[in-house]
């Protein structure tokens, strides 16, 4: 294979300066980017300290959004075909990009050759100064033949719009013959350092930390891989369109007809569901006749995570459980004023699926929750007894009364 022949598109890591700020605006954009610590039986719940939060936060997008584009530079037709293939991505996402020259766009794109191709990841471009690019597309020229363009773009926009990069999905096992690797990457034309080799073809993205389908070769945003740089021959083409995995995530991350909101009762008996697609998150919205002290849980065999809300107020979290409950259940206790509320579940697992039974129910009810208390000291402690309850910011369910809603 030529030297020249693999133009491949470099990470872009925040710096840990800008990576607490990127976290908070990413959960303001859109509150499912909160990300989710895990309680595990006996340890309690874990401190949520602002930079463990930044590191687990997703970066996609409020559906639905029209993400403003400019350009800082570039020829008239390049720019044409740029805002050409770049909608590609708008055919199976609820997502739009309006191209302009507005200094204040969420994309910003210079064409600066010698600097590679490279964009930040969704949200991340919120916290980039507005005077500088969130991407740079520096080898596209007139004389570019159309599926480089496609390949590029899609793959740099796919970025943009939250996508990270496919051979480093946790779910792949490529068998790198490393040294050939870095022979390669560490020469011209992309005189990669041996840090830059590591970070962007070996480094894997964490699991917990991660939306991720089953490794996808096809996919657009897969580095090329020639045989000479594995052990086993394994060989991966230079992908220019979306296929059909891509599409398949992209349509569920930004889905046009989200799922909507299920009524949940106090009381009633409870209600079977069900997570069926990869990266779906279920939403329940449930009202409170009066104050006072209530338990939301799920039962079944599925590693589910529960997130409690004021409605109106989805950026910011009454309450969060992993596995409070039975087994791999979430349970919340807490405390709450009367009004409505938002309840999101979603699988532990990024890419997992399975069924799932929600309940919620007043503990202050016939005087059942002083007669459980007393219950409990007497009778030798339960399999998962140890794990703290969540429990509701003090005073946030007030918060509920006032409908606050943060900007998105």
């Known amino acids: 294979m030529p030297r020249d022949a693999i133009k491949v598109c470099i990470d872009r890591i925040l710096p840990a300066g800008l990576m607490l700020e990127a976290s908070?605006?990413?959960?303001?954009?859109?509150?499912?980017?909160?990300?989710?610590?895990?309680?595990?039986?006996?340890?309690?719940?874990?401190?949520?300290?602002?930079?463990?939060?930044?590191?687990?936060?997703?970066?996609?997008?409020?559906n639905g959004r029209t993400l403003r584009v400019s350009f800082m530079g570039g020829e008239p037709y390049v720019r044409d075909k740029v805002k050409d293939?770049?909608?590609?991505?708008?055919e199976h996402a609820n997502l739009g990009f309006e191209f302009g020259s507005d200094p204040d766009a969420d994309i910003r794109i210079s064409f600066a050759p010698g600097e590679g191709s490279w964009s930040w990841i969704g949200t991340e471009s919120l916290v980039i100064p507005k005077n500088e690019a969130t991407m740079n597309l520096g080898w596209l020229t007139r004389g570019t033949a159309n599926d480089e363009y496609s390949r590029v773009v899609l793959?740099?926009?796919?970025?943009?719009?939250?996508?990270?990069?496919?051979?480093?999905?946790?779910?792949a096992s490529i068998k790198w013959d490393q040294?050939?690797?870095?022979?390669?990457?560490?020469?011209?034309?992309?005189?990669?350092?041996?840090?830059?080799?590591?970070g962007n073809l070996f480094d894997t993205y964490a699991r917990d930390k991660t939306q991720f389908t089953d490794f996808d070769a096809k996919s657009i945003m897969i580095y090329a891989i020639p045989t000479e740089h594995t052990t086993d021959g394994y060989t991966v083409?230079?992908?220019?369109?979306?296929?059909?995995?891509?599409?398949?995530?992209?349509?569920?991350?930004?889905?046009f007809a989200p799922k909507p909101s299920t009524a949940l009762s106090v009381g009633s008996p409870p209600?079977?569901?069900?997570?069926?697609?990869?990266?779906?998150?279920?939403?329940?919205?449930?009202?409170?006749?009066?104050?006072?002290?209530?338990?939301?849980?799920?039962?079944?065999?599925?590693?589910?995570?529960?997130?409690?809300f004021a409605f109106g107020a989805q950026s910011e979290p009454l309450a969060e459980d992993d596995d409070s409950g039975e087994g791999t259940n979430p349970r919340i206790a807490a405390r709450l004023d009367r009004g409505r509320?938002?309840?999101?579940?979603?699988?532990?697992?990024?890419?997992?699926?399975?069924?799932?039974?929600?309940?919620i129910r007043s503990e202050d009810a016939s005087g059942t929750r002083?007669?459980?208390?007393?219950?409990?000291?007497?009778?030798?402690?339960?399999?998962?007894?140890?794990?703290?309850?969540?429990?509701?910011?003090p005073g946030a369910a007030r918060k509920n009364s006032t409908k606050r809603r943060k900007a998105l």
């Open 179 to 198: 040294q050939a690797v870095y022979r390669y990457y560490m020469g011209p034309p992309n005189n990669w350092s041996k840090e830059d080799v590591d």
């Open 24 to 62: 908070k605006r990413s959960i303001e954009e859109n509150p499912e980017n909160a990300g989710v610590i895990r309680v595990r039986p006996g340890l309690g719940v874990p401190a949520r300290s602002p930079m463990r939060m930044a590191l687990v936060t997703g970066r996609k997008w409020k």
């Open 155 to 171: 793959h740099e926009f796919g970025h943009a719009i939250g996508c990270l990069h496919e051979h480093q999905n946790p779910a």
């Open 370 to 393: 002083g007669a459980a208390r007393k219950a409990s000291a007497k009778r030798p402690a339960r399999k998962g007894s140890g794990k703290a309850r969540a429990k509701a910011k």
């Open 237 to 255: 083409s230079t992908n220019s369109t979306l296929s059909q995995t891509d599409i398949q995530f992209i349509s569920t991350a930004y889905a």
């Open 341 to 359: 509320y938002i309840v999101r579940v979603r699988h532990y697992h990024p890419s997992g699926k399975g069924s799932y039974s929600i309940s």
């Open 85 to 90: 293939f770049a909608k590609g991505w708008c």
């Open 271 to 308: 209600l079977k569901a069900s997570i069926g697609a990869h990266g779906e998150v279920d939403s329940y919205e449930f009202s409170v006749g009066k104050r006072g002290h209530y338990v939301i849980e799920t039962s079944g065999r599925s590693d589910v995570v529960m997130t409690l």
